[in-house]
Every structure is written in structure tokens, then in C-alpha cells.
């Protein structure tokens, strides 16, 4: 079955620094991938999603994420944070063509 | 373009009364999807509605039903409140066609908590 994995409910960075979260999936069959954004008070932003081909994935706002078969993982990525980037951030995989979440990561971001 | 959207915003009920959460998808959509985000956690599936019809449930009671109209805008009904129900409930939709793998796009949901 799919399944999803957050690793660190909580990451802080600097403005500036690089911005890495976690993703580990769990799939029986070839993924799809996704990164969700989430502000206070908002529902799911869709960030970007991978589905075949190119394994580095490019989103909005800056942020790519890499699909590596063979660690099952779909880290995001993004060269330099902004204030505006803290939110909470959900990756999920599609299981048969709904969405399977992760439990989520804070980022928070200090000047 | 219309997004999805979601009404009400807030609500506030008490144990053992029902409640009706309303969804009217994205423009060129007909299928939406529905999902409970208890606080602190990841949204989870309800389920799914196209074609009018209930195509996929996640592990929720009876208690949570549905319905979509010939429009494609949904309800979700809970009966029975309790504690527990206490969430975000969101409202996704998707075209049906070129659903695997394209992303479903999401209202701001309905906060609903229950005393």
C-alpha cells in the first residue's frame, strides 16, 4: 500500500538559507508524486508534482524537488529562504487516484 | 476563473447534531473529492464523488455521507457530531479524464468545530 513519510515535524532556517524537507514514500507500483503548501487559515496550494520523466521537478516559488527511485525519496528543495516561505508543507503520493498525505512539516523562517 | 470554493468558513455545533458542508469545484471540473485535516495532521481521504455517484471511500462511519449535483458541486453531511469531528474539511476537485497523476486543487475548507 502507499504510504508516506515527513521526516521532522518541524524544521527553522535562516532568510537565506537553504531549505530542505523531507519525503520518503512507500509504492507497490511506479508514484505520483506531490508537494502541497499550506498557509495559516488556507487550504492545499498545489507546489509541484512528478509523475514520469524528468526526475528534477520544478515548482512555483522557487522550490524543485528530486524523485530518486532508488531511496524512494522526494525531497524539497529550495536554494534560499524567504519569510514569506513559512508555512506547513505536505507531500503526498496518489493511491488510486486519491491523495495519500503525509502528517506535514512546519517551516518556520527567522531574519 | 473560479477556484474551489467552500461555505461556510467556520461553524460551531454541538455533540450529536448534523451538519451539511457545501463545495462547488473549479471551473471545467467533475470530480471532487473530500478530506478531513484534524489539527496538526495531514488531510484524510473521505471520499469521492463523480458522475453523481460515491467512486471511492476512505475509513470513515456511515455517518459521513455525500452528494453531488448534476452542476458537479458537492455536500458533505456528518450526523451524530462528536468530539472527534472536530477538524478542517476540505473540498478538492479533479477533471476525470486526465485525473491520474494531475493534481487536485483545493478550496480553503470549512473549520468545523464542535463543542
Redesign the interface.
Given at each position: 500500500a502507499q504510504s508516506v513519510t515527513q521526516l521532522g515535524s518541524h524544521v527553522s532556517v535562516s532568510e537565506g538559507a537553504l531549505v530542505l524537507l523531507r519525503c520518503n514514500y512507500s509504492s507497490s507500483v511506479p508514484p505520483?508524486l506531490?508537494w502541497?503548501v499550506q498557509y495559516p487559515?488556507?487550504?492545499?496550494?498545489?507546489l509541484l508534482?512528478y509523475?514520469?520523466g524528468a526526475t528534477l521537478v520544478k515548482g512555483i516559488n522557487g522550490f524543485e524537488a528530486e524523485f530518486k527511485k532508488s531511496e524512494t525519496s522526494f525531497h524539497l528543495t529550495k536554494p534560499s529562504a524567504h519569510m514569506s516561505d513559512a508555512a506547513e508543507y505536505?507531500c503526498?503520493v496518489?493511491l488510486?487516484?486519491?491523495?495519500?498525505?503525509?502528517?506535514?512539516t512546519r517551516l518556520q523562517v527567522f531574519p | 476563473d473560479a477556484g474551489v470554493t467552500q461555505s461556510p468558513t467556520h461553524l460551531i455545533k454541538t455533540r450529536g447534531q448534523q451538519v451539511t458542508l457545501r463545495c462547488s469545484p473549479k471551473s471545467g471540473h467533475d470530480t471532487v473529492s473530500w478530506y478531513q485535516q484534524a489539527l496538526g495532521q495531514g488531510p484524510q481521504f473521505i471520499f469521492q464523488y463523480y458522475e453523481e455517484e460515491e467512486r471511492q471511500r476512505g475509513n470513515f462511519p456511515d455517518r459521513f455521507s455525500g452528494h453531488q449535483f448534476p452542476n458537479y458541486s458537492s455536500e458533505l453531511n456528518v450526523n451524530a457530531l462528536l468530539l472527534g469531528d472536530s477538524a478542517l474539511y476540505l473540498c478538492a476537485s479533479s477533471l476525470a479524464w486526465d485525473r491520474v497523476g494531475q493534481p487536485q486543487h483545493f478550496g480553503d475548507g470549512t473549520r468545523l468545530s464542535i463543542l
Open positions: 505520483y506531490f502541497y487559515n488556507q487550504g492545499l496550494q498545489l508534482k509523475t514520469t505536505f503526498a496518489t488510486d487516484d486519491k491523495l495519500i498525505f503525509g502528517t506535514g | -
